[in-house]
């Protein structure tokens, strides 16, 4: 079934650890979005890409940084985590002018 | 840039009565306005969306109004049921540009 999917879905580590959380949709759409948000509040846009070997930063500053290498896939990486970090970051994707669809969310904690 | 403001941020209502959630954008090129519903714990789902050669649209007890004369939408839901309870977010999207979601409105439907 077309989806888009992303893992872990909960994931509690420890200060200074780097991390990586995945994103795949299989609905061939262009464009792949992360957001931060936490639960019930605000939709805060991170990263952004139109296409393979496109990546652009959202407006909500961030110390994560993402890759596009295939249509597919597009990866968060944060380098050294921090307690700030602390919130859910949901992967999206569209294609063209339409629809966004949501993944289901990673939950991230750091102690 | 566009900038999507909505209200009001909470909506508390009695079952079978209806709710409005109202959103208003600053860009004219805007030409897309998708509503989510994001339930406790869940990814945002469109629930209805409407493009700009539409002024209204409806499906069963949800229905869009677009005034692109004034750039405001707003969000109709009528016989109001306790599931209709999650935060709803608005978004604007212009063709090469990225969407831009409102801050979310919380309806609580009280039995």
């Known amino acids: 079934e077309a989806d888009i999917y992303q893992t872990p879905r909960y994931l509690v580590i420890g200060t200074g650890k780097k991390i990586t959380l995945e994103c795949s949709q299989t609905?061939?759409?262009?464009?792949m979005y992360w957001y931060q948000q936490d639960p019930g509040m605000e939709l805060h846009l991170i990263h952004y890409?139109?296409?393979?070997?496109?990546?652009e930063k959202g407006d909500l500053s961030s110390e994560s940084t993402v890759s596009r290498i295939r249509t597919e896939h597009f990866p968060l990486t944060l380098e050294s985590a921090r307690p700030s970090h602390t919130s859910q970051y949901l992967c999206?994707?569209?294609?063209?002018?339409?629809?966004?669809?949501f993944g289901p969310g990673t939950r991230l904690t750091v102690l | 840039g566009e900038n999507v403001e909505q209200h009001p941020s909470t909506l508390s209502v009695q079952e079978g009565d209806s709710a409005v959630i109202k959103c208003t954008y600053s860009?004219?090129?805007?030409?897309?306005f998708p509503w989510y519903k994001q339930e406790l714990g869940k990814r945002p789902q469109l629930i209805i969306d409407?493009?700009?050669?539409?002024g209204e649209k409806k499906d069963q007890r949800i229905a869009v109004t677009l005034n692109k004369t004034a750039k405001h939408f707003s969000l109709h839901i009528t016989e109001t049921q306790p599931e209709d309870s999650a935060v709803y977010f608005c978004?604007?999207?212009?063709?090469?540009?990225?969407?831009?979601f409102g801050p979310g409105t919380r309806l609580s439907v009280l039995p």
């Open positions: 999206a994707s569209s294609e063209g002018p339409n629809t966004q669809y």
């Open positions: 609905m061939g759409h262009d464009k």
């Open positions: 890409s139109y296409g393979v070997n496109s990546t």
């Open positions: 860009d004219s090129a805007s030409n897309y």
């Open positions: 409407i493009r700009s050669n539409v």
């Open positions: 978004a604007a999207h212009n063709y090469g540009q990225n969407f831009v």
